[in-house]
């Protein structure tokens, strides 16, 4: 695991992408829960503290994956399911021309 929760593979499966995926939204709900919240008390407390940013340095990442609006890589999968004639390259097709410019795709 890399230190944000995302396996480095040279390739990656569809099912190591939804682990990948899921781990990474699992963290985030963790990081916002016990420690950003509690900043936020702290300070409404006005206690000393040095903000810690916990980032969402993969929110882009996670954008690409789960967005519908423009749509993401599952929306567009999902979309994709509805043809009868789609295939793996008009997925593939249609991910380019989409989400082909966003700066985390790489084919």
């Keep these: 695991l890399d230190i944000a929760g995302f396996e480095i ?5 569809f099912e190591q992408l939804c682990i990948n ?3 990474e939204k699992l963290q985030q709900l ?6 950003i919240l509690e900043q936020e008390e702290y300070a409404r407390e006005q206690i000393e ?9 993969l929110q882009p990442t ?10 993401g890589i599952l ?13 793996d390259r008009t997925y593939v097709d249609k ?6 410019a966003h700066p985390k795709f790489k084919q």
Excluded at 9 to 13: A, D, L, M
Excluded at 95 to 100: C, H, S, T
Aim: some cysteine; aromatic content about 14%.
């Design 62 to 71: 996670i954008d690409l994956i789960e967005k519908a609006n423009p749509p």
């Design 30 to 35: 963790f990081n916002r829960r016990m420690f």
């Design 9 to 13: 593979f040279k390739e990656n499966s």
């Design 49 to 57: 503290w040095d903000m810690i940013n916990f980032g969402l340095d």
């Design 95 to 100: 991910l380019i021309e989409k989400v082909g």
């Design 75 to 87: 929306a567009l999968l999902d979309d994709q399911c509805a043809f009868p004639k789609a295939s």
């Design 21 to 23: 995926f899921t781990n």
